[in-house]
């Protein structure tokens, strides 16, 4: 009889080691969030293979072994990270307090429409040139993001999913365009122009939001799309609102699959781009629109509008 080798198990060790010191709070989400153990404490990762993990985990006085399968046994080792990541997110949602957030009381008065259309029209895109160096408090990037999750989502799909960058980790997100252009662009050479400029372009940025969407099986993907892409805009009207600057920007550097895999997105979440924030390096810039009445017809009467 036959067996076939394990192909984690030249890796498994290596990997137990990291996941234990760099990512518990990931193998915790997996003791709450897929096994089921909502009082877990504590949890050590203490075996790996191609089928699942084990867990030893702690809490209230109790101490349980357990174990968590993955959905599919791997057959690559390259299949391990993308595996991992997947499960945490699943485990933090399962396991995560589904309280909901109160949407406050309706606040109307003469000026509220006068100022929502105001910040609806003088919303801009900013390029990369235009924003200044300076950081920005990211409270206010978290004020933008509680707006972003108010956007409509049929079904309350809710398919946002955002990671935010700021400071020195924004190394993280020039080192994956980088790593992307030389993936778009095999014949440049290393450290080509094209290559140093996306490394270094988050530097003129002070925050870069990665966006990704996390559809719904069960909803047509454009329904998915429409409503990832209200939250985004919901997210650069209250930008606009506090004085920042910011463009959802979506080359093909910042919607690569190894930027997403960079990031942290799982593979089911598609990266979308990026968002970038800072202050307006000048004058808030003006905009401009064709008039809106040959884009609209008024029917209010039967046979209003139809063809004679």
């Known amino acids: 009889m036959t067996t076939t080798a394990d192909p984690l198990a030249p890796f498994a060790a290596r990997a137990i080691a990291h996941m234990n010191g760099d990512h518990a709070d990931a193998v915790l989400a997996y003791a709450r969030g897929l096994a089921g153990l909502t009082w877990a404490e504590a949890a050590t990762l203490t075996g790996l293979d191609a089928a699942g993990l084990d867990l030893h ?33 699943r485990a933090r949602i399962g396991g995560a307090d589904l309280a909901f957030v109160t949407a406050p009381e309706p606040h109307r008065d003469r000026e509220t429409p006068e ?3 105001n910040a609806i029209a003088t919303r801009r895109s900013f390029g990369l040139k235009e924003l200044a160096p300076d950081p920005i408090p990211l409270d206010l990037v978290g004020r933008m993001l509680e707006a972003a999750n108010w956007a409509p989502s049929h079904g ?15 190394r993280i997100v020039g080192d994956a365009f980088g790593a992307a252009f030389r993936l778009l662009n095999p014949d440049e050479p290393e450290g080509c122009p094209g290559e140093r400029a996306q490394r270094e372009r988050v530097w003129q940025a002070p925050v870069w939001i990665a966006l990704g969407m996390e559809p719904n099986p069960k909803m047509p993907e454009w329904e998915e799309l429409i409503a990832f892409g209200s939250a985004v805009q919901n997210a650069q009207l209250m930008a606009s609102a506090l004085g920042l600057a910011s463009k959802w920007t979506s080359g093909g550097c910042a919607t690569h699959a190894h930027v997403a895999e960079v990031v942290g997105f799982a593979p089911s979440t598609r990266l979308l781009g990026f968002l970038y924030v800072g202050l307006p390096a000048g004058a808030w810039p003006a905009g401009k629109r ?17 063809p004679e």
């Open 57 to 89: 985990v702690t809490g209230s006085g109790r101490t349980e072994h357990v174990r968590v399968p993955f959905d599919q046994p791997l057959t690559d080792a390259a299949q391990l990270r993308p595996t991992l990541v997947a499960l945490a997110q």
């Open 115 to 117: 100022r929502l259309f």
């Open 156 to 170: 309350k799909t809710e398919p946002w999913r955002f990671v935010v960058f700021s400071g020195a980790a924004r």
């Open 290 to 306: 064709q008039p809106l009445a040959p884009k609209v017809r008024w029917i209010s009467e039967v046979g209003d509008g139809a």
